[in-house]
T-cell receptor, first 114, second 116 residues
């Protein structure tokens, strides 16, 4: 069975600094997708970034980028120039296999200090 | 121009009652999902429908019954509510899969269910 592990329950970063959130996963599939979702206090789930496993190039979206290491089954999220609005719970998620259900990690609560 | 909407946003009810949560999407998607987020913020898939057909049914008590009257709507009915059903329930939708390509899921605002 596929699993997603986020080993950092909480992280803190100073405004304008860079922070990296860790995620590892386990799967026997060769084709799959990985996602980072943000959940602010409003509880809305917002897609931050997505990575297709068949792509070697790491995905980037403005200040957000990933470090995808397929052999190591690692998928970390880097947030550059952190802003107060980045404070939220961040979930790593996996999708693969016969169905397109998302399997989530336990989340990392990110605090941004002014 | 709400993409995925849920009603109600908050629901407080007593044990033993029956309640429904409604979900509607105006994105033209044909796949819809229900996820449950427990008190520890853990998110887990419950059901998925594709064009009104049930395609994912995780280990969920029979008291939970999804219904999809058309591909834009997916409702969740819960019978005989229990304290442990208290959670946030998220509806999501996507274009599903085309061949091996999988489209991302868009989430509704969530429904916080409190059972007293």
């Amino acid at each position: 069975a596929q699993t997603v592990t986020q080993s950092q329950p909480e992280m803190s970063v100073q405004e304008a600094e860079t922070v990296t959130l860790s995620c590892t996963y386990d799967t026997s599939e060769s084709d799959y997708y990985l996602f980072w979702y943000k959940q602010p206090p409003s509880r809305q789930m917002i897609l931050v970034i997505r990575q297709e496993a068949y792509k070697q190039q790491n995905a980037t979206e403005n200040r957000f980028s990933v470090n995808f290491q397929k052999a190591a089954k690692s998928f970390s999220l880097k947030i550059s120039d952190s802003q107060l609005g980045d404070a939220a719970m961040y979930f790593c998620a996996y999708e693969g296999g016969a169905t397109n259900k998302l399997i989530f990690g336990t989340g990392t609560l990110l605090a941004v200090q002014p | 121009d709400t993409a995925v909407s849920q009603t109600p946003k908050y629901l407080v009810t007593q044990m033993g009652n029956d309640k429904s949560i409604k979900c509607e999407q105006n994105l033209g998607h044909d796949t819809m999902y229900w996820y449950k987020q427990d008190s520890k913020k853990f998110l887990k898939i419950m059901f998925s429908y594709n064009n009104k057909e049930l395609i994912i049914n995780e280990t969920v008590p029979n008291r939970f019954s999804p219904k999809s009257p058309d591909k834009a709507h997916l409702n969740l009915h819960i019978n005989s509510l229990e304290l442990g059903d208290s959670a946030v329930y998220f509806c999501a939708s996507s274009l599903g899969r085309t061949g091996t390509y999988s489209y991302e899921q868009y989430f509704g605002p969530g429904t916080r269910l409190t059972v007293t």
